[in-house]
């Protein structure tokens, strides 16, 4: 009669494993509520800064660098994360304050996160234009072929292979935008002139062009960075990107004399 041996699971291990699930759920959850959070501020923000630039210029406004400006401006509010980042590692770690790092970021992502930042100052300022002469639909059209352009450059700067669907968005966006071109007459402004409807038609595809080399240049950033991304060092990232951008936009309102006429305003 032979007997069968099975392996028997101590209850050390299944009381370990039971803990190990239990510590795991509440860290995925997070990560999910986290990613939510984005989503769904990327999706208000995405959908209602056109609306608002564009009502900015149809009620009188022409200062394109404001404009610009203050689609970064609100920056300083990514500080509130960040401090609650700080605290909660320091906690952690069980230590003071003064080991514990204010911030995560090298030098290195310092620096490229300065120069996209001021790359995306500069989309920022060709999207204000091309709205100040563009209706929404045309304007947000024209914006969403950074998705084809965002897959061209992905494929030169950091190898990204083209897929079925990737194509077809490049070749269906390049497309819209083409007919979009040869039908300029039919959704432009009343009064406004063919000259400047084509040039926001032409600074608004810039906009879409700097844009879709904005995205790669970033996955290029965090491949050569040599040290984990985690969500408070993306935080920091964006944090420098968004104040590079404002700073870039704030010398193009000095050089404009903008202040001063928005200090004038409020002030009468």
């Given at each position: 009669?032979e007997?069968?041996w099975q392996p028997i699971?101590?209850q050390t291990t299944?009381?370990?494993?039971d803990a190990a699930?239990t510590?795991?759920?509440?860290?995925?959850?997070?990560?999910?509520?986290l990613?939510?959070?984005?989503v769904v501020?990327?999706i208000?923000?995405?959908?209602?800064?056109?609306?608002?630039v564009?009502?900015?210029f149809l009620h009188?406004?022409n200062r394109?660098?404001?404009?610009?400006f203050?689609?970064t401006?609100?920056f300083?509010?990514?500080l509130?994360?960040?401090?609650?980042s700080?605290?909660r590692?320091?906690?952690?770690?069980?230590s003071?304050?003064?080991s514990?790092p204010l911030?995560?970021?090298s030098?290195f992502?310092?620096?490229?996160?300065?120069?996209?930042?001021i790359l995306t100052?500069?989309?920022?300022?060709?999207?204000?234009?091309?709205?100040s002469?563009?209706?929404?639909?045309?304007?947000?059209l024209?914006i969403s072929?950074?998705?084809g352009f965002?897959a061209?450059?992905?494929?030169?700067?950091?190898?990204?292979?083209?897929t079925a669907?990737?194509?077809?968005?490049?070749?269906?966006l390049t497309f819209?935008?083409?007919?979009?071109?040869?039908?300029a007459?039919?959704?432009?402004?009343?009064?406004?002139?063919?000259a400047k409807?084509?040039?926001?038609?032409?600074?608004?595809?810039g906009?879409?062009?700097l844009y879709?080399?904005?995205?790669?240049?970033?996955?290029?950033?965090y491949?050569?960075?040599k040290q984990d991304?985690?969500?408070t060092?993306?935080?920091?990232i964006?944090?420098?990107?968004?104040?590079?951008a404002?700073?870039f936009?704030?010398?193009?309102?000095?050089?404009?004399n903008?202040f001063?006429?928005?200090?004038?305003?409020?002030v009468?």
């Amino acid at each position: 009669m032979e007997i069968e041996w099975q392996p028997i699971q101590s209850q050390t291990t299944t009381d370990a494993t039971d803990a190990a699930a239990t510590f795991e759920k509440p860290v995925s959850t997070k990560r999910i509520l986290l990613l939510v959070l984005n989503v769904v501020l990327l999706i208000v923000g995405g959908s209602g800064n056109p609306l608002f630039v564009r009502i900015y210029f149809l009620h009188g406004g022409n200062r394109k660098w404001f404009a610009s400006f203050l689609q970064t401006a609100a920056f300083p509010f990514l500080l509130l994360p960040l401090i609650f980042s700080f605290s909660r590692r320091r906690r952690s770690r069980c230590s003071s304050a003064s080991s514990t790092p204010l911030f995560l970021i090298s030098p290195f992502l310092l620096i490229s996160s300065s120069v996209i930042g001021i790359l995306t100052g500069l989309v920022n300022f060709l999207y204000s234009y091309g709205s100040s002469y563009l209706p929404v639909s045309t304007s947000s059209l024209l914006i969403s072929t950074q998705l084809g352009f965002t897959a061209l450059f992905a494929f030169l700067i950091v190898r990204q292979k083209f897929t079925a669907s990737s194509i077809n968005s490049v070749v269906l966006l390049t497309f819209s935008a083409v007919v979009l071109g040869v039908h300029a007459n039919g959704d432009r402004p009343e009064g406004e002139s063919t000259a400047k409807y084509l040039a926001g038609f032409a600074m608004m595809l810039g906009a879409a062009v700097l844009y879709g080399l904005v995205l790669p240049l970033m996955e290029l950033m965090y491949k050569k960075a040599k040290q984990d991304i985690s969500y408070t060092l993306v935080m920091e990232i964006q944090i420098v990107i968004a104040a590079a951008a404002t700073a870039f936009c704030a010398v193009g309102m000095a050089a404009n004399n903008d202040f001063q006429v928005c200090f004038h305003h409020s002030v009468s």
